[in-house]
T-cell receptor
Framework: ETGVTQTPRHLVMGMTNKKSLKCEQHLGHNAMYWYKQSAKKPLELMFVYSLEERVENNSVPSRFSPECPNSSHLFLHLHTLQPEDSALYLC?????????????FGPGTRLTVT | DAKTTQPTSMDCAEGRAANLPCNHSTISGNEYVYWYRQIHSQGPQYIIHGLKNNETNEMASLIITEDRKSSTLILPHATLRDTAVYYCIVRADNNAGNMLTFGGGTRLMVKP
């Protein structure tokens, strides 16, 4: 248990569906992240939020829409996804400041797009 | 942030020390070396980090060469539960977003 929870753990959705992934951290951190991990590929950073403001968006398609209503919660809204979007989606949190600080990851949501 | 190079895979006998190397020959003076691991289908787990000195915690030891161009993560008594992909990451201390760039890592297989 890392203090970062993600729901749902598994999700199957069609290409025309709209769904949301939820992440919650109980560590008092002020930065949250979304990563994507496709089969046999390294983790890819998607979005970074600090103090509820987006500070990084790594050229992610608009069919992925993040939302950070407060420093403890992070959502990833999904719509009109493609089969190649099937992957493990990981949320992480940390302190947002310079120096050496580790990130804590949630267990991930395994997404399958049919 | 500096690029790292790790072997693709390694085997280790249960109960023996696992020594995982990482090359970061272009590391800058303000860059930390981090190690994370990812057990199958789980989120990555922080292990340890260091700047110049060797570091030890309850999980592992980190040995950084004097020129800082390479490091070794040591799991002193590997167990079957240490089977995972181990990532060596270099990150500057002025990287306020604490953004991590993951490579392919080393797949460690601990065998009975």
């Amino acid at each position: 248990e890392t203090g970062v929870t993600q729901t749902p753990r598994h999700l199957v959705m069609g290409m025309t569906n709209k769904k949301s992934l939820k992440c919650e951290q109980h560590l008092g951190h002020n930065a949250m992240y979304w990563y994507k991990q496709s089969a046999k590929k390294p983790l890819e950073l998607m979005f970074v939020y600090s103090l509820e403001e987006r500070v990084e968006n790594n050229s992610v398609p608009s069919r992925f829409s993040p939302e950070c209503p407060n420093s403890s919660h992070l959502f990833l809204h999904l719509h009109t996804l493609q089969p190649e979007d099937s992957a493990l989606y990981l949320c992480a949190s940390s302190l947002y400041q310079t120096g050496a600080y580790e990130q804590y990851f949630g267990p991930g949501t395994r997404l399958t797009v049919t | 942030d500096a690029k790292t190079t790790q072997p693709t895979s390694m085997d280790c006998a249960e109960g023996r020390a696992a020594n995982l190397p990482c090359n970061h020959s272009t590391i800058s003076g303000n860059e930390y070396v981090y190690w994370y691991r990812q057990i199958h289908s789980q989120g990555p787990q922080y292990i340890i980090h260091g700047l110049k000195n060797n570091e030890t915690n309850e999980m592992a030891s980190l040995i950084i060469t004097e020129d800082r161009k390479s490091s070794t993560l040591i799991l002193p008594h590997a167990t079957l539960r240490d089977t995972a992909v181990y990532y060596c990451i270099v990150r500057a201390d002025n990287n306020a977003g604490n953004m991590l760039t993951f490579g392919g890592g080393t797949r460690l297989m601990v065998k009975p």
